[in-house]
Nanobody, 122 residues
Framework: QVQLVESGGGLVQAGGSLRLSCAAS????????MGWFRQAPGKEREFVAG????????GYADSVKGRFTISRDNAKNTVYLQMNSLKPEDTAVYYC???????????????WGQGTLVTVSL
């Protein structure tokens, strides 16, 4: 089973950048599709970005398209979320998740990290 640990969150001014990392334990990381999700205070969790097992296919929420980039390094068992041009509305706890079914759809993601807080100030 894969275990996930996110890092890289913090406080940043609007317009700034952060890179989140999600380190996975276990030797089967390359078999999992990965997704990033976020949950802002008082709101439901929402999809941010997803990437397939190989890293060749990615998907993004409309709200982050063109600003965020998801990538993975299977040799390092890590998935990344590069966040540029951050806005106050990006403030949330960001979670990574893994799914062995090959899709980053939330309903098929079996393992979730504990989350990392991103705060974007004006």
């Amino acid at each position: 089973q894969v275990q996930l640990v996110e890092s890289g969150g913090g406080l940043v001014q609007a317009g700034g950048s952060l890179r989140l990392s999600c380190a996975a334990s276990g030797r089967t990381f390359s078999l999992f599709a990965m997704g990033w999700f976020r949950q802002a205070p008082g709101k439901e969790r929402e999809f941010v970005a997803g990437i397939d097992r190989s890293g060749r296919s990615t998907g993004y929420a409309d709200s982050v398209k063109g600003r965020f980039t998801i990538s993975r390094d299977n040799a390092k068992n890590t998935v990344y979320l590069q966040m540029n041009s951050l806005k106050p509305e990006d403030t949330a706890v960001y979670y990574c998740a893994a799914g062995s079914c090959g899709t980053w759809s939330a309903r098929y993601l079996e393992v979730w990290g504990q989350g990392t807080l991103v705060t974007v100030s004006l």
